[in-house]
């Protein structure tokens, strides 16, 4: 009498183990990544509350490693400049 629908009994638990451990993980990275302020994975450390880098930064960047030209870089930085907003 014990044993009917016990084999339900062994398929269910399994997965609410399972279900239970990545909600317990997803939980904690939740909560974890609150308490940091949520920054972007795009900055320098995501998690060191780091600001991101500005596209004017980028652009000083790329030119002083030597992966664009001279005129490039000039041009972008023109291309920045007009589209920047302006202060009130």
Excluded: C, N
Excluded at 9 to 36: E, G, Q, S
Excluded at 49 to 58: M, Q
């Amino acid at each position: 009498m014990y044993w009917y629908g016990g084999w339900a009994w062994m398929t269910f638990m399994p997965l609410f183990w399972i279900a239970l451990i990545v909600l317990a993980v997803w939980a904690v990275i939740r909560l974890t990544h609150a308490t940091t302020g949520g920054t972007s994975h795009r900055g320098h450390g995501w998690a060191s509350g780091e600001p991101r880098e500005t596209p004017e930064e980028i652009l000083d960047r790329r030119y002083a490693s030597g992966e664009i030209d001279t005129d490039a870089y000039t041009e972008a930085r023109e291309r920045l400049a007009a589209h920047r907003p302006r202060p009130r």
